[in-house]
């Protein structure tokens, strides 16, 4: 994935008013390759921002760093949120 890609993902600290679009974890030989796995995948799945929790070990091998985020996808600032008919 091109950094022009993962750069658009705003990172949030909190849920925002939008549509959740799915879990990922980024895996990586620190915390660093691991958000950046994360932020790939986000990026394939068309997410807009991002939450992150925290690194943590992998349980199985204890090598590998795991990140978990959940995805959003929120519409631009210019249309309103949420349309007509969404629950």
Do not use: W
């Amino acid at each position: 994935m091109s950094a022009e890609s993962t750069s658009s993902i705003k990172v949030v600290q909190k849920e925002p008013r939008c549509e959740k679009i799915g879990v990922v974890e980024g895996a990586g030989g620190n915390d660093r390759t691991a958000r950046a796995d994360a932020f790939d995948q986000a990026a394939e799945r068309g997410a807009t921002h991002i939450m992150l929790e925290p690194a943590q070990p992998d349980l199985e091998d204890g090598m590998t760093m795991i990140v978990t985020a959940m995805l959003y996808r929120c519409p631009p600032p210019n249309e309103v949120f949420p349309p007509v008919g969404y629950p």
